[in-house]
């Protein structure tokens, strides 16, 4: 046996290490049909979860809420990050989308006790898509999460890499008034501040066992700081008009436009729940769910730029540096510097019900439930000024650094000495849909097949965003500068850590109150209409490029058989599925005329699936499972709409004849038993995707609202592009080690790109998680290091690919039980302060470069 798992291992070409793993108490999950990885320190929990996994049929992980607690993080996407196959996006320092298997996040599935959640996204440059927000739910919320990474016929589709399920509480199931309470303390050392957070649950039922009722209550707040070095993208000197004379080679690039950013947040949740769970007999049973979350984004940047913009005639340059392709360094005797101030207020609001029945009788069940759910989000209202100052300047740039020398003091408000452009902007969406579904389960005798499960589902779906703004007149901007603004310097933090100069780390500001009050009193007009046509204060018009509405009625049915036998068991099962979208929008054709369009298509796909699980020997277990699945596009993508940037003269823009992602998936995996507490195992899969769908960019003639005429801008839209494939391999390890010490452990290894020759977004090719843990009952311990090798993250302006270089980060949590109902607890997340670093195809060629701070946790746990 040993040698038949070291030959799997071999074949994945793969090191590794698992996740310490106990039971998770969920209700949705039937404990024959998953494989239950949950992070505890509680060896009982882990002799148990153990079995688990031998008894399981489907490729599944699970994570139970007890267990999120004691791990060191604070949303369901860092818990998420430490399953196999799991990978988050940290570009704001918080986990906020998933991406499993080496899949974009799109092409993943959360779902809330087996329903859709709605979700919406604060920042305003990420438009609608089918991402769930992870920062809108705290662990507290859910009583497991469930990683579907081989589908079944019953589960909703709509996913390639795997599906999330978020199982909240059930009062039934938790002992007669339960209480249990937190309050901690978060600080984050680059903002430095901190906010109090706090929790509450409480559960129950009568004596008889048949009627209960949970509620929760939950506030966090926590204040965020991120400073950053970034820029716009890299242009060719000759279509910069450099003279030869100072870079011979025209074909060499520079960094449009090196800013200082400088972004702070205050994010503010506050969620609770509500379950009510009725049981009059071992017949029927009723349970409604109620999930409302309210969660505030407010952010406020601010960017000090030394540009070279699309609109400048040829720059002054008197000395350049060339290497590589790259000019590395050079010295502008007469540029334009900038002063990009943005305040944003920004909310997230959701809310989730759903009812569901559930019959039993004589060998057979029937299920039917009922639901709704909506977010609204997006960006309420938006102020902008963008400062101007004229001098020369010098740069020197390259991989994880960037230094800028100002010719007039950054620090001093008089560089900035006029206003060049305002603006105030709305721009809210809504995500809803309403769903009913039935299903049937009847025990079944026919040799191994057992059971045979069918059921029924329809859901409409909407998603929307509008979009509203006004420019400032320019007799309100004439006369203001940075003096009538200074808001004071730069933190004396600022950039700390990273490889930068003075004149990029200490600048002054803007004050944020001044800035909204000035504009919100300022005097708007219509940039579309030429001349611009004045609106007033307050007044807003509506802007079209950036409006669209997509709907989708789906409708599906499934078949699914079980079975089981002398030494195995598994599911065979087919999912029909009908799907009708609509979408529509504005196309600007110039003089500010904006003409509606709308688009309509319908499409079917049958989706077949097979999991099976075999003992092979008393402590080897293999599965296999073989499915079709689909992914519906982004619905930013399907949309009808096209938004501008008339600084970077570029944009991008949907496509409403999408097809979707359509794929062919195949698993194989080997798990071997050491004992009571060890498990080595190994998974190999393969995914072929028909239909990869890929941003193309390409010049189009639109309408410039800044300059009021029709100019050439860099367009990026969606497109059904060839097929590709996923493939890879999963390595778990977990041991007991000496007395109470034990070790977790996987690694990842995914490898996908399309047909033709395109990378996958979001695909690291290696991802490590090791956590050794102390826990004796009274005191647990452990560190969390996790590091995923570079991604390619997405096609930015003028069809440059973006990649996120490699990172790592090393977390810690403590615990110390000192009754037992009392425990204090502390946690360190990002305790590296690691650099997030983005690049422009070469590694040389820094796009963005942040740095999020550690956060630290202190607080104390009560149960009753």
Not at 47 to 72: H, L, N, Q, W, Y
Not at 176 to 201: F, H, I, Q, V, W
Not at 517 to 522: E, M, W
Not at 834 to 844: K, L, M, P
């Amino acid at each position: 046996m040993s040698k038949r798992s070291t030959s799997l291992i071999g074949a994945a070409v793969t090191l590794a290490l698992f996740q310490q793993a106990a039971v998770a108490q969920t209700q949705t999950t039937d404990r024959n049909e998953v494989e239950e990885v949950v992070v505890t320190g509680i060896r009982g929990s882990l002799r148990e979860s153990v079995e688990t996994k031998r008894e399981a049929s489907a490729i599944v992980d699970v994570i139970s809420s007890e267990d999120m607690g004691k791990f060191p993080d604070k949303n369901a996407a860092e818990s998420l990050s430490h399953v196999p196959g799991v990978n988050i996006d940290r570009q704001f320092g918080q986990g906020e989308r998933v991406s499993i298997r080496g899949t974009d996040p799109a092409l993943n599935r959360t779902l809330l006790n087996g329903q859709t959640v709605a979700s919406a996204d604060w920042f305003i440059l990420d438009s609608p898509g089918r991402t769930f927000n992870y920062t809108l739910l705290a662990p507290e919320i859910v009583s497991s999460l469930e990683v579907y990474k081989s589908p079944e016929a019953r589960i909703d589709e709509g996913s390639i890499g795997g599906t999330v399920i978020l199982n909240t509480h059930r009062p039934l199931d938790l002992p007669e008034s339960t209480l249990r309470t937190s309050l901690d303390y978060a600080y984050n050392d680059r903002a430095k501040e901190g906010k109090p957070n706090y929790s509450a649950l409480y559960s129950w039922k009568n004596d008889a066992d048949t009627f209960g009722v949970i509620v929760t209550a939950l506030r966090s707040e926590e204040e965020l700081e991120r400073h950053g070095i970034e820029t716009f993208s890299y242009p060719t000197a000759s279509g910069a008009k450099m003279p030869t004379s100072v870079v011979p080679d025209g074909s060499a690039v520079f960094p449009n436009a090196i800013n200082s950013a400088l972004f702070k947040q205050d994010r503010t949740r506050t969620s609770g729940t509500i379950g009510l769970q009725l049981k009059p007999s071992d017949s029927f049973e009723l349970n409604l769910n109620g999930l409302y979350v309210k969660a505030e984004y407010d952010n406020y940047n601010q960017s000090r730029y030394a540009f070279f913009g699309h609109n400048l005639s040829a720059p002054n340059v008197t000395r350049a540096t060339v290497r590589d392709g790259l000019i590395t360094s050079a010295d502008f005797s007469n540029g334009l510097t900038l002063l990009d101030a943005i305040s944003r207020r920004s909310e997230v609001e959701t809310y989730a019900v759903d009812l569901k029945a559930d019959w039993r009788g004589d060998g057979w069940s029937a299920s039917g439930t009922i639901g709704t759910t909506e977010a609204d989000g997006g960006t309420q209202q938006q102020y902008f000024l963008e400062y101007e100052g004229l001098g020369g300047f010098s740069y020197d740039i390259g991989k994880e650094r960037a230094s800028v020398t100002f010719a007039n003091d950054p620090a001093n408000p008089a560089s900035m000495p006029g206003i060049g452009f305002g603006q105030s902007r709305q721009q809210p969406t809504h995500d809803e849909e309403q769903y009913v579904q039935a299903d049937f389960t009847r025990d079944l005798g026919w040799g191994p097949i057992n059971q045979l499960l069918v059921g029924v589902k329809y859901r409409e779906h909407k998603t929307d965003q509008d979009s509203r703004l006004g420019n400032i007149a320019g007799s309100a901007l004439a006369g203001q500068g940075l003096d009538d603004f200074a808001g004071g310097l730069t933190p004396g933090n600022m950039l700390d850590g990273a490889d930068a100069n003075s004149g990029l780390e200490r600048w002054m500001t803007v004050d944020r109150g001044a800035l909204e009050n000035f504009v919100a009193g300022a005097p708007l007009v219509n940039p579309f209409t030429t001349p611009v046509t004045p609106l007033g204060v307050g007044v807003f018009t509506p802007f079209p490029n950036a409006m669209f509405n997509v709907e989708e009625e789906i409708a599906s049915a499934y078949t699914q058989f079980n079975f089981t036998g002398a030494g195995f068991r598994g599911n065979l099962g087919l999912r029909y599925v009908m799907t009708d979208q609509s979408s529509s929008g504005f196309t600007g054709v110039g003089g500010g005329v904006f003409v509606p369009n709308s688009f309509s298509r319908d499409y079917n796909d049958w989706l077949p699936s097979f999991n099976f699980a075999m003992d092979v020997a008393d402590d080897v277990v293999v599965r296999l499972s073989a499915s079709r699945t689909m992914a519906r596009a982004n619905f930013a993508d399907l949309a009808s709409f096209l938004e501008l940037d008339n600084t970077t003269n570029s944009g991008r823009g949907g496509n409403p004849n999408l097809d979707p992602y359509r794929a062919s998936n195949f698993d194989l995996s080997a798990e071997w038993y050491l004992g009571n507490e060890g498990l080595l195992a190994v998974t190999l899969f393969y995914k072929d995707v028909r239909s990869f769908i890929v941003g193309q960019s390409s010049p189009e003639q639109q309408f410039d609202t800044n300059s009021g005429l029709t100019e050439t801008f860099d367009v990026t839209r969606p497109r059904n592009g060839a097929g590709g494939e996923i493939q890879g391999s999963e390595l778990t390890f977990q041991t007991s080690l000496w007395g109470d010490f034990g070790l977790q452990a996987n690694y990842t290894y995914a490898d996908g790109s399309t047909d033709e020759g395109l990378q996958i977004p979001f695909s690291s090719k290696h991802t490590i998680n090791l956590t050794p843990y102390y826990d004796n009952g009274t005191i647990n311990a452990r560190l969390t290091y996790g590091w995923r090798s570079k991604y390619f993250r997405e096609i930015g302006r003028n069809g440059v690919a973006v990649t996120t270089d490699e990172y790592a980060q090393l977390d810690a949590a403590f615990g110390w039980r000192l009754t037992e109902n009392i425990e204090l607890t502390a946690q360190i997340l990002n305790m590296l302060d690691e650099t997030h670093y983005e690049y422009a195809g070469e590694e040389s060629r820094l796009l963005n470069l942040y740095k999020n701070g550690r956060r630290y946790f202190a607080g104390v746990r009560f149960s009753l």
